[in-house]
């Protein structure tokens, strides 16, 4: 019979030591399998079938992230409420898109907020112009460079 792990917290590493970045690809397939509650062959499949892509280490062998594991766990959770394999791959597309989105979003925010700012400063350094009936985009042509229309003969 293997020995039980007693409960309560986790034993802690070295002190000083950190957890490894999400995306730093730490964990063998056993693990990884483990961690998700899926079967090493499954992992297997789910690679094969392009949902999950681990990382590879010199000689071939499989690591995955935090990441990979918490995506092998969303799956999980799809399949066993019904869901396909194909209807997983269109959520996590889906997904995918949904966060590209969201990022050029937040881009896009901030370079208008940028571009308001300077704005605000160019206004604030700008002398006021006296009140006009012309519009501000539309200056008087300078001597020298009007167009006049000549006919011949009338």
Known sequence: ??????SGPAPRGPIGAQSP???AAVYVISVAAELSGLHPQTL???????????GRTGGGGRRYSASDIERLRGI???TASGI???GVRRILDLENALLAVRNRNEELQA???ATREAL???LAVRPPA???DRLPALRSPAPGQSVVVWRRGG
């Open 21 to 23: 970045a999400p995306d």
């Open 1 to 6: 019979m293997a020995a039980r792990r007693p």
């Open 111 to 113: 370079e208008l907020d």
């Open 120 to 122: 605000r400063q160019a």
């Open 44 to 54: 297997r499949t789910y690679e094969r079938l392009g949902l999950i892509t681990p």
């Open 130 to 132: 006296p009140p006009s």
């Open 76 to 78: 999980a959770e799809l």
């Open 84 to 86: 396909g394999i194909e």
